[in-house]
């Protein structure tokens, strides 16, 4: 695996292995790596010739400076743990390296879709997350790109990031892991308690209700059901039936797009997201 932090190296490196017909797979993260990145990397790894990690701590998709400055940053371990893996690891020896000296964010028209959800908590996050997506899918140029399909409202505003920015670079949604108990795998998951922690398995069961009796409720019925399950272990901010495809609400199960179900809450301060679609 080589480091890299130079821009223009790496696209100088990649040029030459396009140049040798060698297909790359790219994973941009934040880092703070778990076995859920790990199994994108594999999954990259699998299907594609060369792959490209990136790690960056994108300042403009974070709502609070402490959220950025409380960050974890964690090279020596999330370097040692993809180091078989990856061939070469993107680090970018500072913000202008990404955005230039002077920081001029665009504007996506998305549909609305950005608003939606995460976004409506969350707001602007979308837009950053896009701009610096935008910048590193257009410096790696890859054949496909991977995203954990835990942030799934993130993985449609990629898919249609690509179009809008005219890129061929296939966006690959990989499946949630979870631990034992079914909690979506998150590096927000080392600041909780063990009883927390186990606690917070009660989203991914409540999920699971609803795939598994939705036929026997409307989707009120079973939203206030399954959101009754998870208050009192959880403060909940939202869990929502939506379109998988458009996001947007529906009012039966006959849904041509399939369903997307969405939740967002905290325990002991920690804020923890989780989805099933079917």
Same mark, same amino acid.
């Given at each position: 695996?080589?480091?890299?932090?130079?821009?223009?190296?790496?696209?100088?490196?990649?040029?030459? =292995?396009?140049?040798?017909?060698?297909?790359?797979?790219?994973?941009?993260?934040?880092?703070?790596?778990?076995?859920?990145?790990?199994?994108?990397?594999?999954?990259?790894?699998?299907?594609?010739?060369?792959?490209?990690?990136?790690?960056?701590?994108?300042?403009?998709?974070?709502?609070? =400076?402490?959220?950025?400055?409380?960050?974890?940053?964690?090279?020596?371990? !999330?370097?040692?743990?993809?180091?078989?893996?990856?061939? %070469?690891?993107?680090? $970018?020896?500072?913000?202008?390296?990404?955005?230039?000296?002077?920081?001029?964010?665009?504007? %996506? !028209?998305?549909?609305?879709?950005?608003?939606? &959800?995460?976004?409506?908590?969350? $707001?602007?996050?979308?837009?950053?997350?896009?701009?610096?997506?935008?910048?590193?899918?257009? &410096?790696?140029?890859?054949?496909?790109?991977?995203?954990? &399909?835990?942030?799934?409202?993130?993985?449609?505003?990629?898919?249609?990031?690509?179009?809008?920015?005219?890129?061929?670079?296939?966006?690959?949604?990989? $499946?949630?892991?979870?631990?034992?108990?079914?909690?979506?795998?998150?590096?927000?998951?080392?600041?909780?308690?063990?009883?927390?922690?186990?606690?917070?398995?009660?989203?991914?069961?409540?999920?699971?209700?609803?795939?598994?009796?939705?036929?026997?409720?409307?989707?009120?019925?079973?939203?206030?059901?399954?959101?009754?399950?998870?208050?009192?272990?959880?403060?909940?901010?939202?869990?929502?039936?939506?379109?998988?495809?458009?996001?947007?609400?529906?009012? !039966?199960?006959?849904?041509?797009?399939?369903?997307?179900?969405?939740?967002?809450?905290?325990?002991?301060?920690?804020? &923890?997201? !989780?989805?099933?679609?079917?």
């Amino acid at each position: 695996m080589e480091l890299i932090q130079k821009s223009k190296e790496l696209k100088s490196l990649l040029k030459q =292995k396009k140049e040798e017909n060698k297909t790359i797979g790219f994973v941009p993260t934040m880092g703070a790596l778990h076995s859920g990145h790990v199994s994108l990397i594999e999954r990259a790894r699998k299907e594609c010739d060369i792959v490209v990690c990136s790690i960056f701590v994108n300042p403009t998709q974070f709502n609070e =400076k402490n959220d950025l400055d409380n960050y974890p940053r964690t090279l020596e371990a !999330d370097s040692i743990l993809i180091e078989s893996l990856v061939d %070469f690891l993107f680090v $970018p020896h500072s913000v202008e390296e990404i955005y230039g000296a002077n920081m001029i964010l665009k504007e %996506f !028209d998305f549909g609305g879709i950005e608003n939606e &959800l995460e976004g409506k908590f969350r $707001p602007g996050h979308f837009q950053g997350m896009a701009n610096v997506v935008s910048i590193l899918l257009n &410096l790696v140029q890859s054949d496909k790109a991977y995203f954990g &399909l835990k942030d799934y409202q993130q993985f449609k505003i990629v898919e249609k990031l690509t179009k809008l920015i005219n890129l061929d670079t296939k966006i690959v949604g990989c $499946p949630i892991v979870r631990e034992s108990n079914g909690l979506a795998r998150s590096s927000r998951n080392e600041r909780l308690s063990q009883q927390a922690r186990e606690a917070a398995a009660v989203i991914h069961f409540s999920l699971s209700y609803i795939h598994l009796f939705h036929s026997y409720f409307t989707i009120d019925e079973i939203q206030k059901k399954a959101t009754q399950m998870i208050q009192g272990i959880l403060e909940v901010e939202y869990l929502e039936i939506r379109d998988a495809e458009t996001l947007g609400k529906i009012t !039966d199960w006959n849904n041509e797009n399939g369903v997307f179900v969405s939740f967002a809450g905290t325990i002991e301060g920690v804020r &923890l997201i !989780d989805n099933i679609c079917f």
